[in-house]
């Protein structure tokens, strides 16, 4: 047999890339894991070069970080406001309204229940579901103008939101460093919250904060799973012409979405002054926005997935500032791992996007 005629079967295919129509979740599944498992193994390598001894990284990220009571309960308390934010990322998201204005709006809603404490509003037993519904309201508010602006003028949303950020952040600056700043100290932050202000701790030290998460996890679960809202939801994040186009109030729909997810961020807030820090503090936001879109976007705006995410991302930065202590790698290590679980996840969503085929060319 001559050469070329082995070589015509190679010859007569091709390959081309076809776009999927759908792919069953178990697929859709298995490659997001891969995805993931593929980001860990780089960044292991990663804090492997920057000089942590590889034979320790499962232990300082599983036995020591979730086998240990005391870890797994920073975990769990770190994991709270984390679960959060990812959920006010699904439920804006799902309008397809890219709300990256998280942090402003947790700004906002600590700053309104920090105001509840300092003018002494209500009587000590109401004091803190006061501060819940200021901090819900005041994150609600500041999601009010991006939404507007992008259903009555198209302003975009992801330029409003980010610049609504840097207003909030230095209103937050200003209070900090002016009316609000603790007279007994020179550092910017307000003073302690009584004791009645903060959030109690339950048995073991777990916080009331983390049963909190998952109860709101659950409800934001009824509300894009079952209830009308969340029908018109799929259908908004389908179409929103098609959805137009069928009766489905989708000016609405986006309004009602992205206030919910402002009042998630605003109760993140909370949470952190009033269960983490005890106070108002200048920078306590750092870090949630960014953490509140990786969630989102590796759970697909999913609200369990986006609590696993979330209790992922809490191990991660609970191992880092050991990591920290021990091997002195900078805190920015960690979000550059975070930095990579995000390409690596982007990148799977081309291959549940695509598929390869081989096609037989004729002779």
Not at 40 to 67: K, R
Not at 235 to 255: C, E, H, M, N, Y
Not at 278 to 298: K, N
């Amino acid at each position: 047999m001559s050469e070329l005629a082995l070589r015509r079967p190679l010859m007569n295919r091709r390959y081309t890339l076809e776009v999927r129509q759908q792919m069953a979740w178990p697929w859709q599944a298995l490659i997001l894991t891969g995805s993931l498992i593929m980001g860990l193994l780089i960044s292991g390598a990663i804090l492997v070069w920057a000089g942590v001894p590889a034979g320790e990284l499962l232990n300082e990220f599983v036995f020591l970080t979730l086998f240990d009571a005391q870890s797994l309960r920073a975990v769990l308390f770190q994991a709270s406001p984390l679960i959060m934010v990812g959920l006010a990322g699904c439920l804006a998201f799902r309008a397809r309204f890219w709300n990256l204005g998280l942090e402003g709006q947790m700004i906002f809603g600590a700053i309104g229940a920090t105001a509840i404490t300092l003018w002494e509003i209500g009587s000590p037993a109401m004091r803190l579901p006061l501060m819940v519904i200021a901090a819900m309201v005041c994150g609600l508010l500041w999601s009010v103008a991006p939404v507007l602006l992008r259903l009555k003028l198209q302003v975009n949303e992801i330029v409003s939101t980010l610049m609504l950020n840097y207003i909030a952040i230095n209103f937050l600056l200003h209070l900090m460093y002016g009316a609000w700043k603790d007279p007994k100290d020179a550092f910017p932050y307000s003073p302690k919250y009584e004791s009645f202000e903060l959030l109690p701790d339950l048995a073991n030290g777990l916080s009331l904060s983390f049963p909190i998460a998952i109860g709101t996890a659950l409800l934001v679960l009824w509300f894009v799973s079952i209830s009308r809202g969340g029908l018109y939801l799929r259908f908004v994040d389908k179409s929103p012409q098609v959805a137009r186009s069928v009766g489905v109030p989708v000016a609405r729909t986006i309004l009602l979405a992205v206030l919910f997810s402002g009042a998630l961020a605003g109760l993140a807030g909370l949470m952190i002054a009033a269960g983490q820090e005890g106070r108002l503090t200048h920078s306590f936001y750092v870090g949630y926005g960014f953490s509140g879109i990786l969630i989102a976007f590796l759970a697909r705006n999913n609200p369990i997935a986006a609590t696993c995410a979330a209790l992922l991302i809490a191990t991660l930065f609970v191992a880092g500032r050991s990591l920290q202590v021990f091997y002195q790698i900078p805190f920015a290590m960690v979000q550059l791992i975070q930095a990579v679980l995000v390409i690596c996840v982007a990148s799977s969503d081309f291959f549940i996007r695509h598929r390869i085929r081989r096609v037989q060319m004729g002779d």
